[in-house]
């Protein structure tokens, strides 16, 4: 089956500083790459996905980008905020239904 | 939509005692997920289900735990009997299935389990 590995588990950055979380894969078969946010008490909440038919995705501060060659993807958050604050999973799937597996999930920590 | 409902949003029992967790599904979503959460084993899955048919439950960790989507707005998890290391979120969501935004899962706020 799939296997995730994320890193780092945790982030401590400064207000305005750029994240970078980062995601391997093992199943070349795995073609749709979500990537969800949990703050403290709530439920993962869907930020943004990519597909192995594109490279990179953008959506304001937050961008997605994909090697399929290399099996990994990664998120990246410019201009944190206290808000952004959370954390982040990611996920791969494939195959027909995209039953996706789950990252360890990074903590991100943006000081004021 | 109200989104994927759970209930209880809390649960605190006793070892040995049975526990049902409930689910209902946002209307129209082919497929529905049980997922535990720990600090030790992160987001796991437990079952899935497409068309109320459960399809892998390879997840569930043992004979104690068992799912069951009776229909399409409905979905149980139940423990029986319970153990503190059963302690966890138990995180619902659906998904839509098909269309172009069908692999996106939304989840719901989840049950917060403690076992003493």
């Known amino acids: 089956g799939e296997n995730v590995e994320q890193h780092p588990s945790t982030l401590s950055v400064q207000e305005g500083d750029s994240a970078v979380i980062k995601c391997t894969y093992s199943d070349s078969a795995s073609n749709y790459f979500p990537w969800y946010k949990q703050e403290l008490g709530k439920r993962p909440q869907l930020i943004i996905d990519i597909r192995s038919n594109v490279g990179e995705k953008k959506d304001q501060r937050i961008a997605v980008t994909l090697n399929k060659t290399a099996k990994h993807f990664s998120l990246h958050i410019t201009e944190t905020q206290p808000e952004d604050s959370a954390v982040y999973f990611c996920?791969?799937?494939?195959?027909?239904?995209?039953?996706?597996?789950f990252g360890r999930g990074t903590s991100l920590i943006v000081h004021p | 939509d109200a989104g994927v409902i759970q209930s209880p949003r809390h649960e605190v029992t006793e070892m040995g005692q049975e526990v049902t967790l409930r689910c209902k599904p946002i209307s129209g979503h082919d497929y529905l997920f049980w997922y535990r959460q720990t600090m030790m084993r992160g987001l796991e899955l437990l079952i899935y289900?497409?068309?109320?048919?459960?399809?892998?439950d390879s997840g569930m960790p043992e004979d104690r735990f068992s799912a069951k989507m009776p229909n399409a707005s409905f979905s149980t998890l139940k423990i029986q009997p319970s153990e503190p290391r059963d302690s966890a979120v138990y995180f619902c969501?659906?998904?839509?299935?098909?269309?172009?935004?069908?692999?996106?899962?939304?989840f719901g706020p989840g049950t917060r389990l403690l076992v003493l």
């Open positions: 289900f497409n068309n109320n048919v459960p399809i892998d």
């Open positions: 969501a659906s998904r839509p299935g098909q269309g172009a935004l069908g692999e996106t899962q939304y």
């Open positions: 996920a791969a799937g494939g195959g027909g239904s995209y039953i996706p597996t």
